[in-house]
C-alpha cells in the first residue's frame, strides 16, 4: 500500500490470541498520507501525499487489520471504513460486496458525491 494511516479501533475483547491488546490497528489510505493515527470521529487532514478527494459526502475506504501490537498475533480481517465530508463515522470488518476497484481507484469507493 506504501505510505497510509492507522485507524484505532477499541475493542470490548482483547487480542484473541494474548487477551491484553484492546485497541485493533487498521491501515488505510486515504487522505493525507503520513502514518497519522486516527479514530472514529477524528476528521481526516488533507494537504500532503493525498490519497482520494478532500470534502467527498460518504466514501467507503478499504482497510487492512495489523497485528496484536502485544502478542504479533495475526489479524487477517479486512475493514470497511465509512467517512463522511472528512470525518471518519464508522469501521467494520469488510463483508466483501463492495467493489473497491469499479471506480478506478484502489482503496476507496465514492458512495455520495
Known amino acids: ?12 475483547e482483547g487480542c ?5 491488546g484492546k485497541t485493533r490497528y487498521v491501515q488505510f489510505g486515504f487522505g493525507a498520507l503520513a502514518l497519522k ?3 472514529v470521529g477524528d476528521d481526516l487532514e488533507w494537504g500532503s501525499l493525498d490519497r482520494g478527494e478532500p470534502g467527498l459526502r460518504h ?18 480481517d ?6 463522511k465530508s472528512d470525518v471518519i ?6 463483508d466483501g460486496t ?15 458525491r
Open 1 to 12: 500500500m506504501g505510505m497510509y494511516n492507522i485507524l484505532l479501533l477499541d475493542q470490548v
Open 16 to 20: 484473541p490470541q494474548c487477551g491484553l
Open 37 to 39: 493515527e486516527y479514530r
Open 59 to 76: 466514501v467507503a475506504v478499504f482497510g487492512t487489520g495489523l497485528n496484536c501490537v502485544d502478542c504479533d498475533y495475526g489479524c487477517d
Open 78 to 83: 479486512d475493514f470497511r471504513i465509512d467517512v
Open 89 to 94: 463515522v464508522s469501521a467494520v470488518v469488510d
Open 98 to 112: 463492495l467493489d473497491y476497484l469499479s471506480q478506478g481507484h484502489h482503496y476507496w469507493l465514492v458512495l455520495e
